[in-house]
Protein backbone atom coordinates (compact mmCIF):
# COMPACT_ATOMS: atom_id res chain seq x y z
CA UNK A 1 0.00 0.00 0.00
CA UNK A 2 1.47 3.36 -0.68
CA UNK A 3 2.46 5.45 2.03
CA UNK A 4 0.35 8.48 2.60
CA UNK A 5 1.60 11.85 2.95
CA UNK A 6 0.18 15.12 4.17
CA UNK A 7 1.22 17.66 1.30
CA UNK A 8 0.87 20.99 0.57
CA UNK A 9 1.29 22.25 -3.31
CA UNK A 10 -0.47 24.74 -4.92
CA UNK A 11 -2.24 25.10 -8.24
CA UNK A 12 0.95 25.53 -10.45
CA UNK A 13 1.72 24.37 -13.97
CA UNK A 14 4.27 22.68 -12.99
CA UNK A 15 1.98 20.61 -10.56
CA UNK A 16 -0.96 19.96 -12.30
CA UNK A 17 -0.26 16.31 -13.50
CA UNK A 18 0.50 15.50 -10.12
CA UNK A 19 -2.39 17.02 -8.10
CA UNK A 20 -4.48 15.91 -10.96
CA UNK A 21 -4.04 12.34 -10.42
CA UNK A 22 -2.33 11.81 -14.02
CA UNK A 23 0.57 10.93 -11.84
CA UNK A 24 0.92 8.00 -9.57
CA UNK A 25 2.83 6.18 -7.66
CA UNK A 26 2.93 2.93 -5.92
CA UNK A 27 4.85 4.08 -3.44
CA UNK A 28 3.53 7.89 -2.26
CA UNK A 29 -0.03 9.06 -2.50
CA UNK A 30 -1.17 12.52 -1.05
CA UNK A 31 -3.43 13.98 1.21
CA UNK A 32 -2.87 18.00 -0.57
CA UNK A 33 -3.91 20.17 2.40
CA UNK A 34 -6.20 23.43 1.07
CA UNK A 35 -4.98 27.01 1.83
CA UNK A 36 -5.33 29.68 -0.16
CA UNK A 37 -3.09 31.54 -1.34
CA UNK A 38 -0.77 28.52 -0.95
CA UNK A 39 1.70 30.69 1.38
CA UNK A 40 -0.87 30.97 4.26
CA UNK A 41 0.47 27.09 4.42
CA UNK A 42 4.19 27.98 4.63
CA UNK A 43 3.74 29.64 8.72
CA UNK A 44 1.75 26.02 9.43
CA UNK A 45 4.56 24.26 7.92
CA UNK A 46 7.69 26.41 9.65
CA UNK A 47 6.32 26.74 13.04
CA UNK A 48 4.24 23.36 13.57
CA UNK A 49 5.88 20.56 10.99
CA UNK A 50 2.22 19.98 9.68
CA UNK A 51 2.95 18.64 6.43
CA UNK A 52 5.29 15.72 5.19
CA UNK A 53 5.77 17.32 2.02
CA UNK A 54 5.59 21.20 1.46
CA UNK A 55 5.93 24.01 -1.29
CA UNK A 56 7.81 26.64 0.21
CA UNK A 57 9.16 29.87 -0.40
CA UNK A 58 12.88 29.82 -0.85
CA UNK A 59 13.56 32.69 2.01
CA UNK A 60 10.98 31.41 4.33
CA UNK A 61 12.96 27.96 4.00
CA UNK A 62 16.41 29.88 4.59
CA UNK A 63 15.06 31.15 7.22
CA UNK A 64 13.96 28.67 8.86
CA UNK A 65 17.06 26.31 7.95
CA UNK A 66 19.26 29.45 10.12
CA UNK A 67 17.23 28.39 13.03
CA UNK A 68 17.17 24.75 13.29
CA UNK A 69 13.97 23.46 11.64
CA UNK A 70 13.75 19.91 10.65
CA UNK A 71 12.90 20.75 6.86
CA UNK A 72 14.91 19.58 4.10
CA UNK A 73 14.94 21.25 0.72
CA UNK A 74 14.00 19.26 -3.00
CA UNK A 75 15.66 20.21 -6.11
CA UNK A 76 12.38 21.36 -7.53
CA UNK A 77 11.17 24.45 -8.55
CA UNK A 78 7.24 25.11 -8.67
CA UNK A 79 7.06 28.69 -8.82
CA UNK A 80 10.33 31.08 -10.84
CA UNK A 81 9.40 34.91 -12.40
CA UNK A 82 11.68 37.65 -12.96
CA UNK A 83 11.03 40.41 -9.89
CA UNK A 84 11.23 43.69 -11.57
CA UNK A 85 7.66 44.27 -12.72
CA UNK A 86 6.42 43.57 -9.24
CA UNK A 87 7.31 47.17 -8.07
CA UNK A 88 5.14 50.24 -8.33
CA UNK A 89 4.45 53.57 -7.42
CA UNK A 90 2.09 56.28 -7.61
CA UNK A 91 2.76 58.78 -10.70
CA UNK A 92 0.33 61.14 -9.19
CA UNK A 93 2.90 62.23 -6.45
CA UNK A 94 5.70 62.77 -9.25
CA UNK A 95 8.28 60.57 -10.99
CA UNK A 96 9.87 57.90 -8.60
CA UNK A 97 13.02 56.16 -9.64
CA UNK A 98 15.05 53.29 -8.08
CA UNK A 99 17.64 55.70 -6.80
CA UNK A 100 14.98 57.67 -5.54
CA UNK A 101 13.84 55.29 -3.12
CA UNK A 102 16.27 56.65 -0.12
CA UNK A 103 14.38 58.00 2.62
CA UNK A 104 11.27 57.39 1.30
CA UNK A 105 8.45 55.25 2.68
CA UNK A 106 8.29 51.56 0.57
CA UNK A 107 5.40 49.41 1.59
CA UNK A 108 5.86 45.48 1.35
CA UNK A 109 3.41 42.89 2.53
CA UNK A 110 6.01 40.85 4.82
CA UNK A 111 10.05 42.11 5.24
CA UNK A 112 10.86 38.51 4.62
CA UNK A 113 8.92 37.63 1.65
CA UNK A 114 10.66 36.18 -1.55
CA UNK A 115 9.62 38.63 -4.04
CA UNK A 116 10.69 41.30 -1.01
CA UNK A 117 14.31 39.85 -0.95
CA UNK A 118 15.07 39.90 -4.49
CA UNK A 119 13.61 43.39 -5.08
CA UNK A 120 16.00 44.13 -2.24
CA UNK A 121 18.94 42.27 -3.71
CA UNK A 122 18.49 44.03 -6.91
CA UNK A 123 18.25 47.34 -5.76
CA UNK A 124 20.87 47.20 -2.99
CA UNK A 125 23.43 44.98 -5.35
CA UNK A 126 22.43 46.56 -9.37
CA UNK A 127 21.47 50.35 -8.09
CA UNK A 128 23.56 50.80 -5.52
CA UNK A 129 20.55 51.70 -3.02
CA UNK A 130 21.54 51.87 0.63
CA UNK A 131 18.63 49.46 2.09
CA UNK A 132 18.95 50.70 5.73
CA UNK A 133 18.02 54.69 4.08
CA UNK A 134 14.43 53.62 3.51
CA UNK A 135 11.28 53.76 5.95
CA UNK A 136 10.35 50.06 5.56
CA UNK A 137 6.47 49.37 6.38
CA UNK A 138 4.82 46.11 6.65
CA UNK A 139 1.30 44.29 6.87
CA UNK A 140 2.51 40.78 8.55
CA UNK A 141 4.60 39.22 10.37
CA UNK A 142 7.37 36.69 9.12
CA UNK A 143 6.68 32.75 8.67
CA UNK A 144 9.66 32.21 11.00
CA UNK A 145 8.74 32.80 14.61
CA UNK A 146 12.24 33.80 15.68
CA UNK A 147 13.11 36.51 13.20
CA UNK A 148 13.10 39.76 14.83
CA UNK A 149 11.02 42.01 12.69
CA UNK A 150 12.34 46.04 12.97
CA UNK A 151 10.55 47.45 10.42
CA UNK A 152 7.29 50.08 11.27
CA UNK A 153 3.94 48.15 10.79
CA UNK A 154 1.31 49.49 8.84
CA UNK A 155 -2.13 50.62 10.96
CA UNK A 156 -4.13 47.65 11.23
CA UNK A 157 -6.87 47.53 8.58
CA UNK A 158 -5.01 49.07 6.24
CA UNK A 159 -4.37 47.98 2.95
CA UNK A 160 -0.77 48.04 0.82
CA UNK A 161 -2.39 49.47 -2.38
CA UNK A 162 -4.68 51.56 -0.87
CA UNK A 163 -2.10 53.07 0.93
CA UNK A 164 -0.14 53.91 -2.19
CA UNK A 165 -3.03 55.55 -4.16
CA UNK A 166 -3.47 57.60 -1.17
CA UNK A 167 0.07 59.16 -0.82
CA UNK A 168 0.55 57.23 2.32
CA UNK A 169 3.51 55.13 0.52
CA UNK A 170 5.75 56.39 -1.59
CA UNK A 171 6.38 52.89 -3.76
CA UNK A 172 5.56 48.98 -2.65
CA UNK A 173 7.69 46.16 -3.11
CA UNK A 174 6.00 42.48 -4.52
CA UNK A 175 2.48 43.84 -6.24
CA UNK A 176 1.48 43.93 -9.64
CA UNK A 177 -1.90 45.80 -10.34
CA UNK A 178 -3.42 47.40 -12.76
CA UNK A 179 -4.28 51.06 -11.47
CA UNK A 180 -3.95 54.09 -13.65
CA UNK A 181 -2.37 56.46 -10.87
CA UNK A 182 0.22 53.60 -10.15
CA UNK A 183 3.25 53.16 -12.30
CA UNK A 184 6.55 50.27 -12.65
CA UNK A 185 9.76 51.80 -10.14
CA UNK A 186 11.54 50.25 -13.49
CA UNK A 187 10.13 51.94 -16.48
CA UNK A 188 10.99 49.20 -18.68
CA UNK A 189 10.71 46.27 -16.55
CA UNK A 190 10.97 43.98 -19.32
CA UNK A 191 14.41 45.26 -20.71
CA UNK A 192 15.22 45.24 -16.92
CA UNK A 193 14.42 41.58 -16.56
CA UNK A 194 16.47 40.65 -20.01
CA UNK A 195 19.16 42.47 -18.94
CA UNK A 196 18.93 41.12 -15.48
CA UNK A 197 19.30 37.25 -17.12
CA UNK A 198 21.74 38.19 -19.70
CA UNK A 199 23.96 39.45 -16.31
CA UNK A 200 22.83 36.34 -14.15
CA UNK A 201 22.17 33.46 -16.35
CA UNK A 202 18.77 32.37 -14.38
CA UNK A 203 15.63 33.08 -13.58
CA UNK A 204 14.85 33.70 -9.50
CA UNK A 205 13.34 31.50 -7.94
CA UNK A 206 10.69 32.12 -5.65
CA UNK A 207 8.77 28.68 -4.56
CA UNK A 208 10.91 25.03 -4.20
CA UNK A 209 9.39 21.92 -1.96
CA UNK A 210 10.83 20.92 0.85
CA UNK A 211 10.15 17.19 3.28
CA UNK A 212 10.31 16.88 6.83
CA UNK A 213 13.47 15.95 8.13
CA UNK A 214 11.82 13.08 9.92
CA UNK A 215 10.50 11.91 5.93
CA UNK A 216 14.28 12.22 4.74
CA UNK A 217 15.48 9.90 7.39
CA UNK A 218 13.28 7.24 7.83
CA UNK A 219 11.85 6.72 4.46
CA UNK A 220 14.75 7.94 1.87
CA UNK A 221 13.23 6.08 -0.81
CA UNK A 222 9.72 7.84 -0.33
CA UNK A 223 11.64 11.28 -0.85
CA UNK A 224 13.57 10.08 -3.97
CA UNK A 225 9.96 9.06 -5.22
CA UNK A 226 8.56 12.73 -3.87
CA UNK A 227 10.92 14.02 -5.94
CA UNK A 228 10.52 12.00 -9.10
CA UNK A 229 7.17 12.52 -9.28
CA UNK A 230 7.64 16.64 -8.89
CA UNK A 231 10.28 16.00 -11.96
CA UNK A 232 7.96 14.73 -14.19
CA UNK A 233 4.64 16.84 -13.75
CA UNK A 234 6.98 19.72 -13.78
CA UNK A 235 8.41 18.15 -17.26
CA UNK A 236 4.46 17.90 -18.35
CA UNK A 237 4.19 21.29 -18.50
CA UNK A 238 5.75 23.63 -21.31
CA UNK A 239 4.46 26.95 -18.75
CA UNK A 240 6.55 25.47 -15.45
CA UNK A 241 9.88 26.70 -14.96
CA UNK A 242 12.48 24.91 -16.36
CA UNK A 243 15.64 25.16 -14.42
CA UNK A 244 19.10 22.79 -15.79
CA UNK A 245 20.96 22.06 -12.34
CA UNK A 246 23.06 25.25 -13.13
CA UNK A 247 20.62 27.25 -13.18
CA UNK A 248 19.38 26.77 -10.27
CA UNK A 249 22.26 26.83 -8.47
CA UNK A 250 23.30 30.26 -9.74
CA UNK A 251 19.78 31.59 -8.55
CA UNK A 252 20.05 29.66 -5.33
CA UNK A 253 23.48 31.27 -4.78
CA UNK A 254 21.96 34.57 -5.54
CA UNK A 255 18.92 34.44 -3.21
CA UNK A 256 21.29 33.42 -0.62
CA UNK A 257 22.89 36.39 -1.19
CA UNK A 258 21.06 39.16 -0.95
CA UNK A 259 19.48 37.16 2.02
CA UNK A 260 22.44 37.12 4.12
CA UNK A 261 22.74 41.01 3.18
CA UNK A 262 19.88 41.61 4.47
CA UNK A 263 20.09 40.43 7.92
CA UNK A 264 17.38 37.60 7.42
CA UNK A 265 19.90 35.11 7.83
CA UNK A 266 22.98 35.52 9.80
CA UNK A 267 25.49 33.98 6.72
CA UNK A 268 25.48 32.68 3.53
CA UNK A 269 24.95 29.34 3.13
CA UNK A 270 26.29 26.89 0.28
CA UNK A 271 23.76 25.43 -1.98
CA UNK A 272 25.19 22.08 -1.03
CA UNK A 273 24.10 22.77 2.73
CA UNK A 274 20.63 23.39 1.77
CA UNK A 275 19.93 19.68 1.23
CA UNK A 276 20.45 16.54 3.27
CA UNK A 277 22.54 13.01 1.77
CA UNK A 278 19.14 12.12 0.58
CA UNK A 279 18.16 15.18 -1.38
CA UNK A 280 21.86 16.10 -2.38
CA UNK A 281 22.09 13.06 -4.05
CA UNK A 282 18.87 14.26 -6.45
CA UNK A 283 20.76 17.25 -7.81
Do not use: C
Not at 18 to 44: C, H, I, R
Not at 122 to 141: H, K, M, Q, R
Amino acid sequence: MAMRLRALLGDHPGTLALKSGALTSDLVAFDFADYAPTNKGFKPMVREAAFDVSEMAIVTYLMAKSVGKPMVLLPDVVVARFQHGHALYNARRGTLKPADLKGRRVGIRSFTTTTGAWLRGILANEYGLDLNSIDWVTFEDAHVAEFKDTTRRAPAGKQIIQMLVDGELDAVLGEKVGHPDLKPLFVDAAAEERAWFARHGAVPINHMVVVSQTLSETHPDAVREVHRLLAESIKASAAAPQFTSGEMRRSLELIIRYTAQQGLIPRAFSVEELFDDVTRALL
